[in-house]
Nanobody, 121 residues
Framework: QVQLVESGGGLVQAGGSLRLSCSAS????????MGWYRQAPGEQRELVAR???????NYVDSVKGRFTISRDNAKNTVYLQMNSLKPEDTAVYYC???????????????WGQGTQVTVSS
């Protein structure tokens, strides 16, 4: 009923930039918070950044000042601009959204398929 499709991952040298995009489609009524998580090999998935429908953003300390999250509510899309990338940013990045499907009352979490970001030193 709802799909999140990510794009924009890849291989970049340390100090470089990448921009991730995630678009939600399907029978969408309302989208609340949208965010990006990441999971490195052998590590737990962690929240990187999230943004409310009103544009209030939060970041994990390790990316503050380097990453910027934004969203286009008209396009049901969230972006993550990643600058000054470091090797420790290497991970699979997952898009997440809290979505209420049309004609229902509750919000549920939806996830994208993940996109690999690799930062070489």
């Amino acid at each position: 009923q709802v799909q999140l499709v990510e794009s924009g991952g890849g291989l970049v040298q340390a100090g470089g930039s990448l921009r991730l995009s995630c678009s939600a489609s399907g029978s969408i009524g309302t989208i609340n918070v949208m965010g990006w998580y990441r999971q490195a090999p052998g590590e737990q998935r962690e929240l990187v950044a999230r943004v409310t429908s009103g544009g209030i953003a939060n970041y994990v300390d390790s990316v503050k000042g380097r990453f910027t999250i934004s969203r286009d509510n008209a396009k049901n899309t969230v972006y993550l601009q990643m600058n000054s990338l470091k090797p420790e940013d290497t991970a699979v990045y997952y898009c997440n959204a809290q979505i209420r499907i049309r004609l229902t009352m509750t919000f549920n979490d939806y996830w994208g398929q993940g996109t690999q970001v690799t930062v070489s030193s």
